[in-house]
């Protein structure tokens, strides 16, 4: 087991709701920001969002703002995407990851990384 651990991706279609929870150890989660991304085939590796657990700081990707919502579980040591109305274009592997940067989407500014998890939206 890896330290952090995605789960939660299936199979929907256009319009549904997924909830994707990534485990962290109580180290990586007290000292880092955490992050959702997400990366299709033939695409770049696209920030969804960011968090601070240590606080209540978020950031979104201009596609996903307004339908998904990043949040967290202090006592389990996880973060969540909420995703809803799910459209086509939100097909991904999505990733979770942790690193030392302040409201970055950018992947290269993270070392922790988890296995990633698959979404699939049908229309």
């Known amino acids: 087991q890896g330290p952090l651990v995605e789960s939660g991706g299936g199979s929907v279609q256009a319009g549904d709701s997924l909830i994707l929870s990534c485990a962290a150890s109580e180290d990586t989660f007290r000292n880092n920001w955490m992050a959702w991304f997400r990366q299709a085939p033939g695409k770049a590796r696209e920030g969804v969002a960011t968090?601070?657990?240590?606080?209540?700081?978020?950031r979104y990707a201009g596609s996903v703002k307004g339908r998904f919502t990043i949040s967290q579980d202090n006592a389990k040591n996880t973060i969540y995407l909420q995703m809803n109305s799910l459209e086509p274009d939100d097909t991904a592997m999505y990733y979770c990851?942790?690193?030392?940067?302040?409201?970055?989407?950018?992947?290269?500014?993270?070392?922790?990384w988890g296995q990633g998890t698959q979404v699939t939206v049908s229309s």
């Open positions: 990851a942790a690193g030392p940067q302040p409201w970055s989407l950018r992947s290269y500014t993270y070392k922790i």
């Open positions: 968090l601070y657990p240590g606080g209540t700081q978020t």
